[in-house]
């Protein structure tokens, strides 16, 4: 039997990223001790063994909100690739490709999990940037982008100028030979309470321009369409 700690399961048109506007079904996990103080999910933080579900019972919440025509699914956090549940998160993502759905995975870029990223679909890497208080590592997403860059965007999120300048070193460090591979995505950040940040958009895009346009500038749909604080879209 595969117990998984999951925070939450929805249907929502992806909001952000290089796959915005496509209906999928998201299972989020619980749990996350990297700690971005920016972070937008701070409820998911929290391991709660008391609310667990079976592999069966995920998987049939799955397939009623599919019904059988959203063969999508993201899996993101929470921590989905905190050690304590890659067994769980293998079974899991296996079960989804023996019933013909892609899966992406939303990776806080700290770790690379061959056993998960060899089976899934597409992996969305994430660059920490100096506002979220995270450090990252820029081996660890060379060697991401050389092993999965084919099947994976690297995502990070731009509060200002420094943000965005460290994001370019990061881009510029990995060789040349691999750093086509992915789309490289920045998401310019949108923080629960302020009003739609018009100016720090515009920034990014002009920041963009001037370092000779190496990303896709994509915003959090759902943020301005619902609001930042609306949960489950
Ligand atoms: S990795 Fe994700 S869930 Fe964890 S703190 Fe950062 S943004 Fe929040």
């Known amino acids: 039997m595969v117990t998984l700690l999951i925070n939450s399961i929805y ?11 496509i209906p999928q079904i998201f299972v ?19 391991f709660d063994p ?3 579900m079976e592999l069966d019972e995920v998987m049939e919440k799955v397939e009623v909100l599919s019904q059988n025509l959203i063969k999508r699914v993201s899996i993101t956090g929470g921590d989905p690739l905190h050690p304590s549940h890659v067994p769980s998160l293998k079974a899991l993502v ?3 490709k023996a019933r013909n759905y892609f899966v992406n995975l939303e990776a806080a870029g700290t770790r690379i999990v061959p056993e998960v990223f060899d089976l899934v679909d597409f992996v969305s890497f994430d ?13 660890v997403l060379s ?8 099947k994976a965007q690297v995502k990070a ?11 370019f070193d990061f881009y510029k460090s990995v060789p040349e030979s691999v750093r086509f591979k992915p789309s490289w995505c920045l998401t310019p950040c949108y923080e629960p309470g302020e009003p739609f940040p018009m100016n720090r958009f515009q920034q990014v895009i002009r ?3 001037d370092f000779g346009l190496p990303f896709r500038v994509i915003g959090q749909q759902h943020k301005w369409v619902f609001g930042p604080e609306e949960r489950l879209v």
Request: with cysteine.
């Open 127 to 139: 660059i920490k940037t100096p506002s979220t208080q995270v450090k990252t590592s820029r081996d």
């Open 50 to 52: 008391a609310f667990t």
């Open 207 to 209: 920041l963009n321009e």
């Open 28 to 46: 989020r996990f619980q749990g996350c001790h990297i700690g971005c103080v920016n972070c937008d999910t701070k409820e998911s933080w929290d």
């Open 157 to 167: 999120v731009v509060f200002d100028k420094k943000d965005f300048e460290y994001v």
């Open 11 to 21: 249907r929502a048109t992806e909001g952000e990223g290089i796959h915005i506007g």
């Open 94 to 96: 296996q079960e989804l």
């Open 143 to 150: 060697r991401f982008v050389e092993a999965y860059g084919q």
